[in-house]
T-cell receptor, first 110, second 116 residues
């Protein structure tokens, strides 16, 4: 079992819809949770960080964390074609390193 | 301001050769990370520096891989006796601090290593 699991997709949604991306993790002492976006041929860039249970909203993006269920998600509202990318979930403990999932590929169709 | 800089952007080498990959982190970032990424996979952790010392090198696959950060800024990843399986994109990232409540990672553009 991988430490960080994501559905590989591809996930396809129409423009304007809500895209829902999910991630589960195995290490119960994980404390920091991140979503990165990676365009094809580019490096990952941070979208959201979340450290405590509940929801965190930033513009069209909402991250949700449930430590009891070891689950973190990312919602993208009003999806745009420019949101088409691979979304990487990353989890870290206070030991320092971040562990990444293999990503979910999202396609937003005009 | 300047982001994380990695050189070279591309490196093609023959099997058995030695390569060095360089990373210049964001100024003031004390934590520096090396990852490698193969097609269709997420970044795979290799090593993490806090200042000059390697805080966690548990991801280095074998003793052909070595990394240094002698002055707590620029880091070099060194791969000896390269193998075709070492071909990947090597990503460097830096953050303000490691440890609890980790700061997010800021990635460089990566070095694409191809071993022929």
């Amino acid at each position: 079992q991988k430490e960080v699991e994501q559905n590989s997709g591809p996930l396809s949604v129409p423009e304007g819809a809500i895209a829902s991306l999910n991630c589960t993790y195995s290490d119960r002492v994980s404390q920091s949770f991140f979503w990165y976006r990676q365009y094809s041929g580019k490096s990952p860039e941070l979208i959201m960080s979340i450290y405590s249970n509940g929801d965190k909203e930033d513009g069209r993006f909402t991250a949700q964390l449930n430590k009891a269920s070891q689950y973190v998600s990312l919602l993208i509202r009003d999806s745009q074609p420019s949101d088409s990318a691979t979304y990487l979930c990353a989890v870290s403990t206070n030991a320092g390193k971040s562990t990444f999932g293999d990503g979910t590929t999202l396609t937003v169709k005009p | 301001g300047a982001g994380v800089s990695q050189t070279p952007s591309n490196k093609v080498t023959e099997k058995g050769k030695y390569v060095e990959l360089r990373c210049d982190p964001i100024s003031g970032h004390t934590a520096l990370y090396w990852y490698r990424q193969s097609l269709g996979q997420g970044p795979e952790f290799l090593i993490y520096f806090q200042g000059t010392g390697a805080a966690d090198d548990s991801g280095l696959p074998n003793d052909r891989f070595f990394a240094v950060r002698p002055e707590g800024s620029v880091s070099t990843l060194k791969i000896q006796r390269t193998e075709r399986g070492d071909s990947a994109v090597y990503l460097c990232a830096s953050s303000l601090a490691g440890g609890a409540n980790n700061s997010p990672l800021h990635f460089g553009n990566g070095t694409r290593l191809t071993v022929t």
